[in-house]
């Protein structure tokens, strides 16, 4: 049975994973040439000039914000920058470059030896190790088609070869698929808030190719590594190393050995398959790039990007815990990109200097659940970008909520009110007439009214029976069609019980 | 032919030769293969004359001029008309160029 195989292989092997991402950087101009890098709704072959095409003659000039922005992420990720680095040519014969090279880094890249700490929720923080991060050139875009005739041939769209292409390169430190895809989750996160890279995994400006290997728990060596490409998503990365997994398990209890070999992830079969296990061993001839001079990155430039480095996800998120109060699940939400976090502080900003404790958490609660769920019900689902309540609009209702004004189910409807209008608070709370009925004079006769009309449930009360009261606060709730502040009205209804016990 | 010609010329061989040209996706009759490797030879022992030269306490260069940093500020300018890229296009099929399937899934 296929259950007692995992069980079993889950604990005869141990599973090791090391990532390789591409990630397109958002500069304006290409890599090497001027021609502009933001190709996504651009006609085919129209942002390519002589040095795309590899025309004799040509020479690539380094784009200076590829660089500084490859040396920034790299001081995300705690690497260490060289003085030197340099760029070389990696030589194969693909019509996906038009120079028959690409432009990469091959032993002096622009960082080395980094980390990361990747956390999950029940399994803890993890540094995982990342070997370099360096600065390359992207390929043209292949289509592949087939015409009437049966007959199969490429097109090559040039807009996309030399938009700058960062790699960054994990060392074999991830021992699941799960933690494999929350590396990239955090990953993905920090390029964007170091804003130099949209970072999006289905539009091609994120690519991950991930190597896996089994070996005996205990073991140095490594074991015959995979190589699995073609993965559109992060659930499809984690599908694609958890089917592996298997399959090499399976392989290795059954006596097999495991090829060396790439392998791509069919999305519709959900199964990976062998593509290149015959071809021989890459042989790219790397040699240093003649058109580029080395690159020399001075102790003070570095100190500069790090110094205007932006505070990063991790940081931000025990921030919010840590001053605001928040639970680590919301401050991971506020936190997933700049955008909502930057919202959230300033509505807690609007409150002012002195802060009372609990409002910024009264916050990031209608944040994460009222204000997302009517963003996420909208059609078109709308964004902090779309929508008209402001900020300081909500900080004023958890204010309203805070003072006891109004409650929070009515609060539901007054914000509701407000996200569609972009009026405030207390105009909605104005002009609905909603408000809390929590003076002692106004429930007075309301709790009178419900002890008259549930006699039995007081007298239960007054016999021992607990429970009564919730029933009691229930109706006091109804009567006053929810404007009752119900730990008032609990209250009172305790007091008046009590009274007329004795 | 030197001493040295000879030498470079003998551990140049037509192996070598042909997986450079499978490398270089080119195709070459066994009488090429022979031609290319004297040439190749020829070129490796011309070389060779570099390695007389004293380069103890030179640290290695991949650049002939004394340059460092050369960069251009990312500023994006208008690139060519797309006819002009397609231009010397040997086959092209709408604005795109058509080239032999790369990707045989059998």
Known sequence: MTTTTVARTETSWETVIGLEVHTQLRTASKMFCRCPADYAAAAPNTYVCPLCLGMPGTLPVINRTAVEWTIRTALALNMRIPELSKFDRKNYPYPDLMKGYQISQYDMPLS????MDVEIDDLGRQRIGITRVHLEEDTARLLHRENEAGERFSLVDVNRSGVPLMEIVSEPDMRSPQQARQYLVQLRQILRYLGVSTADMEK???????????????????GAKVEIKNMNSFRSVQRALEFEQLRQAAALEAGETIAQETRGWDEEAQVTVSQRSKEAAHDYRYFPEPDLPPLQTAAETVEAIRAALPELPA?????????YGLQPFEAGLLTEEPAPAAWFERAVASLGDDVPAGLPRGIATWFVGELTRLMHDAKPPDTLETI??????????????????????????????????GEDAEAVVERLGVSQISGEDALAPIIRQVLEEHAQAAEDYRGGKAEALKFLVGQTMRLSRGQANPAQASELLRAALDDTAE | MSDSQASAAETFSADQVRHLATLSRVGMTPQ???????????????????????????????NGAD???????????????????????????????????????S
């Not at chain 1, 091609?204 to 490594?222: K, M, T, V």
């Not at chain 2, 090429?32 to 030179?58: M, N, P």
């Not at chain 2, 460092?68 to 160029?97: C, H, K, M, T």
């Open chain 2, 32 to 62: 090429e293969v022979e031609g290319f490797r004297a040439e190749l030879a020829s070129i490796l022992s011309h070389i060779q004359a570099l390695a007389a030269v004293d380069t103890e306490g030179v640290p290695p260069t991949a």
């Open chain 1, 204 to 222: 091609g400006s994120f690519r991950c190719d991930a190597n896996i290997s089994l070996r005996r728990p205990g073991d140095e060596a490594l």
């Open chain 2, 67 to 105: 340059l460092l940093n050369v960069q251009a500020e990312d500023d994006a300018r208008p690139s060519l008309p797309v006819e002009a890229v397609l231009a010397n296009a040997p086959q092209r099929e709408a604005d795109y160029f058509r080239v032999q399937a790369v990707l045989d899934s």
């Open chain 1, 388 to 421: 008209v309540v402001q900020p300081a609009q909500l900080a004023g209702l958890v204010q309203l909520i805070d003072a006891g004004t109004i409650s929070n189910t009515q609060a539901k409807d007054v914000f509701a009110e407000m996200y569609a209008s």
């Open chain 1, 112 to 115: 080395e030896g980094g980390w």
């Open chain 1, 315 to 323: 940081a931000r998120r025990a921030r919010f815990e840590a001053d």
